[in-house]
């Protein structure tokens, strides 16, 4: 069955798993694990790490920059080499790529199997209803299809037409293989219309991880970070993610289990000899170091003052309208909260203590009075011990899940473009070789970044963890003053009722180069003017934001919708597939994104694009 469900029992995918790791280590290798650069998707490796390091398990990571850079890796795999895996695991990626033809059109197939764990949605087809040598998880908690009811193709009907091709084909080849791949159900008319998320990777690999009876503290922390960042980011309904930190506080009640799969029954002298043995990742195992609480829902308010912590929060900066009235009724909310206008400005690690430790129950009491419900809430929170060389005013000691999401992320898109300038302004290259010297660049730099977000997760190195809090602050402030900028030269223009669209110059600045960065723009944006902003009754419309960039010579396009209710689907990545369509094939289009609401045009295309953008809307 190549459907791991873990809605309807997942008990049995955990043990289906659990076989498919150890045979495929036994039989033929290691495990070679592509991993997105995407904070959710790391923490899901780690988690992963740990499960094949309690079997003994070698496993091995690759940085997934794009589907490209993945197809590049496995081809470089000879089928009698001696390190070729025995299973390939995505992470974060691949569920809209076609699986079982990708891996037939490998060298290893014969000794490699693949398992698919991605929160995107929709999945593709093919990998869900044809090969048993493609695995995908179902861990969808409201799935508009089951994938495991899928009637596929019987083996009679495969048998009958591998006859018919055999004549046809002279014994078979490429054809037979590449019509098996093709799926034979009905698929339902609006599947490939709409684009969501499922459970993070993160919280699906705890999953498993709890299955497999290999769950700790540093696990769950792990899981909380890959869940909290699909929040975070806007990348689902509210009441999605919640109902996953729900699930990670259940988990974190109930008893420890610290890896009884190595040391046999768990009796006290082995769970002793476990935690001695375990390896050291700088976090105390203390269970009291781990809390899910009321926490004050700000932009890193712990490593800034509260006042530009406020500011840069889209909850309060719309619904106090701050871009238009000022800070006048944010000073007000603090002075009701016991605050005062000069500790407001300092660093939160500075104000006194008696001040500090009532800002969330005054916040708590206050925040209905001033329209900024929801500024409060539970969110996980870790205490670390302090490293050495620690900067004591930066509090790196405490991090609430929100916070590292932030920190991790910056790391990953700290200086992607690094010398794409100086190969823009290089005489000697001719457009077709400079556009793949800097997609080259970026790719390599991407790699780089992968290594210290891995690395930050481990909250060892202090100097990597100011750095990324550094530039976590600059991306927020850099997205408020873009965002600032395009309101105030009334750049954001409604289409027809139906979306909202903004177009700007990405100029020299480097960080919205970075598809994840301008969604970001594109979401606060839409909160800080229209969903924070308007009252109930208006109904916030979804936005494009197009980046232009010279340096390529592309637009980059990014589509978000406000996710109102539990039911709300981002349509863009439909609108993208028919705008591309309607403008044939004369255009110079890439869809390689893991978020199928990102895509990159050629500039001279533009304008084809958006023919066939707004005449399917």
């Not at 929060?313 to 000073?331: A, F, I, N, P, Q």
Request: aromatic letters at 8%.
């Amino acid at each position: 069955m190549p459907v791991l469900s873990l809605n309807e029992d997942a008990g049995n995918a955990c043990a289906q798993f659990l076989q498919i790791i150890d045979e495929r280590s036994k039989q033929a290798g290691s495990i070679l694990a592509f991993v997105s650069c995407d904070v959710d998707a790391i923490c899901a490796y780690k988690i992963l790490e740990e499960i094949c390091r309690v079997r003994s398990i070698s496993v091995s990571s690759a940085p997934a920059t794009d589907w490209e850079s993945v197809k590049e890796h496995v081809e470089k795999f000879e089928e009698d080499d001696l390190d070729v895996p025995g299973l390939v695991v995505l992470l974060g990626c691949g569920g809209m790529q076609n699986l079982p033809e990708f891996l037939y059109n490998t060298k290893i197939r014969r000794t490699t199997k693949l398992v698919c764990l991605d929160s995107q949605r929709p999945l593709l087809w093919q990998n869900v209803a044809t090969q048993n040598e493609v695995y995908v998880f179902e861990d969808d908690p409201d799935p508009r299809t089951k994938y495991s009811e899928i009637n596929t193709t019987t083996d009679e009907e495969l048998e009958e037409e591998e006859d018919v091709l055999d004549e046809d084909n002279d014994g078979g080849g490429r054809p037979l293989k590449r019509r098996r791949f093709e799926s034979q159900q009905e698929q339902p008319e609006d599947y490939y219309k709409v684009a969501w998320h499922a459970t993070p990777c993160a919280v699906t690999m705890l999953k498993l991880a709890r299955g497999l009876e290999v769950v700790d503290k540093d696990l769950l922390w792990l899981a909380a970070v890959g869940g909290t960042a699909q929040r975070e980011f806007s990348y689902a309904h509210e009441g999605h993610c919640d109902r996953q930190l729900q699930f990670l506080q259940e988990v974190g009640e109930s008893e420890d289990v610290i890896r009884p799969k190595m040391f046999g029954i768990l009796t006290p002298e082995n769970e002793a000899r476990a935690a001695r043995t375990a390896p050291s990742t700088g976090i105390a195992r203390d269970k009291k170091n781990l809390r899910y609480e009321d926490d004050i829902q700000a932009f890193l308010y712990r490593h800034q003052s509260l006042m530009t912590a406020m500011s840069l929060t889209s909850l309060v900066h719309g619904r106090m309208r701050l871009s238009k009235d000022g800070t006048m009724h944010l000073k007000q909310f603090f002075s009701e909260s016991g605050v005062n206008p000069s500790e407001s400005q300092q660093l939160s690690s500075a104000m006194p203590f008696h001040v500090k430790s009532k800002l969330v129950r005054k916040f708590k009491e206050n925040e209905r009075r001033h329209n900024i419900e929801g500024l409060v809430g539970k969110a996980f929170v870790r205490h670390f011990h302090r490293l050495h060389g620690q900067h004591q005013s930066l509090a790196l000691h405490e991090l609430s899940a929100a916070d590292t999401i932030h920190i991790a992320t910056a790391l990953l898109e700290d200086g992607v473009s690094l010398g794409v300038e100086s190969i823009k302004d290089n005489p000697d290259y001719d457009p077709a070789t400079r556009k793949g010297e800097i997609n080259r660049t970026i790719k390599v730099n991407m790699r780089k970044n992968w290594a210290k977000c891995y690395d930050s997760l481990a909250f060892m190195d202090c100097e990597l963890l100011k750095n990324g809090l550094n530039f976590a602050l600059q991306i927020q402030q850099e997205i408020e003053q873009k965002a600032k900028m395009l309101i105030q030269e009334r750049k954001v223009i409604t289409y027809r009722a139906v979306f909202k669209w903004a177009k700007f110059n990405i100029g020299g600045s480097d960080l919205f180069r970075r598809p994840s960065i301008v969604r970001r723009l594109a979401v606060w944006l839409m909160e800080i003017t229209y969903k924070h902003a308007l009252k109930k009754s208006h109904k916030t419309l979804p936005h494009l934001i197009i980046a232009q960039d010279d340096a390529r010579e592309t637009s980059l396009c990014v589509g978000v919708i406000p996710y109102q209710d539990k039911g709300e689907r981002n349509m863009f990545a439909h609108r993208f597939g028919a705008a591309a369509h309607a403008a044939g094939n004369n255009i110079s289009i890439k869809h390689d994104f893991w978020d199928p609401n990102i895509v990159e045009i050629a500039t001279k295309d533009w304008l084809k694009f958006w023919k066939g953008l707004t005449s399917s809307t």
